[in-house]
């Protein structure tokens, strides 16, 4: 039997990928794992590819409360968090909640915030609460902060540390379309207006039933948890890392790899479901050694990958 409101989910991904998102499969299908494994999703690539457009596409489809702030140098904490202001009828002050407290919060060019105002939002979307003036108020649930980055050679950017770009469960870019689809997109324009035009195709408690079973129902049994520990390891142990996947790595592969169980109709993880996320899962968390900084951590990551051996039985 196929896990609890698996043909909804995948309803979304065809349905955007087919009316919006031609090509952009792999990139809706991380989406999905990202958000079906509880975590937060770091679209990195060059201006003008899709990324926002992929963003607001996902929010529409998911039916969810959405918010938006556009990241500049001159943004603060408080225009994200919210913040305390006097009521005069009253006679007290009153919280004005910030675009944070809606169910997906869309950061566009999250690097061209200043590192203060980073770190605010960041330490939101690990802690799912908001501290303002000493009193804390929960963010609703689910909660998914897709935020986009441009390269951060461009000017004006403030690049995310490791550390904080560890709280994002899955990166990855867009990619130019194939020959034949840009120029379909060239020769119809851009699709901005169509996204108005999308209903939503799953409901909030479609959404929470589904993570549940991700959460309780996909079965990682012994062999993948070796597999992925040894992945880890050697991560930890290559001559070009100066510091590998963390332990919330691993923890994030595990529940990345039960994600994409999930999208392919199965209950139980196999080792093809953490090598296809291990490296949007892992790339991003490493550093490398100063000498070998110029490689790209993806391809390290991967062969990586095809290194360790793959458990069979």
Do not use: W
Not at 69 to 89: E, N
Not at 178 to 201: F, Q, T, V
Not at 280 to 308: D, F, T, W
């Amino acid at each position: 039997m196929p896990p609890a409101k698996h043909a909804e989910v995948q309803k979304v991904i065809d349905a955007l990928e087919h009316r919006v998102l031609h090509g952009k499969e792999r990139a809706l299908r991380l989406s999905l794992i990202a958000l079906l494994a509880g975590g937060h999703l770091l679209l990195e690539d060059i201006p003008g590819l899709g990324k926002t457009t992929l963003a607001l596409a996902l929010s529409a489809a998911l039916g969810l409360s959405f918010g938006r702030i556009q990241c500049t140098s001159d943004l603060l904490p408080s225009d994200i968090t919210g913040l305390s202001i006097y009521d005069r009828d009253a006679g007290k002050f009153r919280f004005i909640e910030g675009p944070i407290f809606n169910n997906i919060l869309l950061a566009d060019e999250i690097n061209r915030a200043m590192p203060k105002t980073q770190s605010a939002m960041l330490e939101a979307m690990e802690e799912r609460r908001v501290t303002v003036e000493g009193t804390t108020y929960p963010l609703p649930e689910p909660f998914l902060v897709i935020a986009t980055q441009n390269p951060v050679e461009q000017v004006g950017t403030y690049p995310l540390p490791e550390s904080q770009l560890d709280r994002f469960l899955i990166a990855t870019g867009i990619g130019y379309p194939g020959a034949d689809l840009e120029k379909a997109i060239i020769r119809r324009g851009g699709i901005r207006e169509e996204l108005r035009d999308i209903a939503p195709l799953l409901s909030r408690d479609d959404l929470l039933e589904a993570r549940r079973t991700v959460r309780e129902q996909i079965q990682l049994g012994e062999l993948l948890i070796d597999y992925i520990y040894r992945l880890v390891e050697a991560t930890r142990n290559h001559p070009y890392i100066l510091s590998g996947l963390s332990t919330r790595g691993a923890i994030n592969l595990a529940a990345a790899a039960q994600a994409a169980a999930y999208l392919e109709r199965r209950d139980y993880v196999i080792p093809e479901d953490v090598q296809l996320v291990a490296v949007p899962v892992g790339a991003h968390r490493l550093i490398l050694r100063p000498q070998h900084e110029a490689l790209p951590k993806q391809e390290v990551l991967q062969s990586i990958v095809a290194s360790v051996p793959v458990p069979r039985g």
